[in-house]
């Protein structure tokens, strides 16, 4: 398995896989040997996809806001949207229910959920 990093850039044929920075240079990835089945990657080591995604909603939350909130001013950074779309699953409703809430008390907008 080759793990790619930020800024790779990878194009597909029947040749195999080329990596390639933004400027188009070739980049060399060493490949690694996995030990896992793919259904144990996708559920993460929890016994169930319920409990994974109620545990990664922090991080979705987080990684979804990273950049936009200014801690020291107690305010944010968004686009010149009326509505601020938020990525939703159907087991992060609490969490949906609550950022909506928080974005008219804290914010004073609206934003709507959508499927990943």
Known sequence: MLFLEDGDVVELDRAGARITDLEGNPVVRKPRSV???????????????MLKEIYEQPHAVTDTLRG?????????????????????????????????????????????????
């Not at 030990?35 to 996809?49: I, S, V």
């Not at 779309?85 to 949906?96: F, N």
């Open 35 to 49: 030990t896992w089945t793919a259904a144990q990657a996708e559920k993460a080591g929890y016994p169930h996809f």
């Open 68 to 116: 936009r909130l200014l801690p020291d001013s107690h305010d944010a950074v968004l686009d010149d949207q009326e509505v601020t779309p938020l990525p939703a699953a159907w087991s992060s409703l609490p969490a949906d229910l609550l950022s909506r809430r928080l974005g008219w008390q804290v914010l004073g907008r609206e934003h709507r959920p959508h499927s990943l």
